[in-house]
């Protein structure tokens, strides 16, 4: 599913569509995508509204409105939030969920072809006793190697599941945490108790760093994630691990091996130099 770069991408584009944009209506076509609000008060509370910055926490994008209600977006694996010339015909076949044409004539559209993404409306108040519970960014300078090996540290998790954890560190998923463990030459399945503090510091580091090249890459396209002019990610072709089991590892050779003993989700490592 989306993880930090992939919303940072679908964010940034927002902000460069739909700063200062109005809109002129809102048509709430699947309400079970929708969180903390009935179709009836999500629509009436946005109509007239203008967006006045869209941004990303974690793994969601979020669009602040000029009444301070803030639109909370969690694309999930097949979620995308779309901007369209107008006027938008929706069909039975283009998965739309809701769709908000503008007063400038375009339409943002949001389409979820499974319906597993998510859509809340929240006020001030609720936004901030909401993003309270969420860990920090993963690029906030607060976060230092020093308080992450203490977090890492302090679990008997794996540190696969740690690294995934958004309670701990937010933004990042199974494709960025097989990444940044191969780079840091860690196995994702040791406890976070046997992370030595110079292996936590780097696995911070490599962290970052993956995130910073998938960002420029506009992140990973799967399933159907798409940015909002419709585009696909470019990172895909630079990952070291994900998608690439059974495959030689790019530093040693040996074979790359998965699993799915860790959270259900896919985990690719390199036996001989991830210890
Ligand atoms: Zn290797």
Redesign the pocket.
């Known amino acids: 599913m989306p993880e930090l770069p992939e919303v940072e991408t679908i964010a940034r584009d927002l902000e460069a569509l739909l700063r200062g944009a109005t809109v002129k209506a809102v048509a709430v076509h699947a309400a079970d995508v929708l969180r903390e609000v009935t179709p009836r008060q999500f629509a009436s509370r946005i109509r007239g509204a203008t967006f006045v910055r869209f941004w990303r926490r974690a793994k969601y994008a979020v669009g602040d409105l000029d009444t301070g209600d803030r639109i909370v977006v969690s694309p999930k694996f097949t979620g995308a939030l779309l901007v369209e010339a107008g006027p938008f015909k929706r069909s039975r076949a283009d998965y739309t969920a809701i769709q908000f044409p503008l007063t400038d004539g375009r339409v943002l559209r949001y389409r979820d072809v499974r319906r597993l993404g998510t859509v809340a409306l929240m006020s001030p108040a609720r936004f901030d006793e909401w993003v309270r519970r969420i860990g920090p960014e993963p690029f906030d300078p607060l976060l230092t190697a020093e308080r992450f090996a203490a977090v890492v540290r302090a679990s008997r998790r794996s540190v696969k599941t740690i690294l995934m954890d958004q309670h701990r560190i937010a933004g990042i998923g199974n494709i960025y945490a097989n990444e940044a463990l191969w780079r840091a030459r860690v196995r994702p399945s040791r406890r976070g108790t046997t992370i030595t503090r110079a292996e936590a510091a780097l696995l911070l580091a490599e962290a970052r760093d993956v995130l910073h090249t998938a960002v420029e890459q506009r992140g990973t396209s799967f399933r159907d994630y798409q940015d909002p002019s419709g585009g696909r990610g470019g990172f895909l072709g630079l990952a070291k691990v994900y998608g690439r089991a059974g495959e030689p ?1 790019v ?4 074979t790359l091996r998965s699993t799915h003993a860790i959270e259900g989700r896919i985990t690719v490592w ?1 036996p ?3 210890r």
Do not use: E, L, P, V
Request: hydrophobic content about 0%.
């Open positions: 590892c530093r040693c050779g040996t390199c001989s130099c991830q």
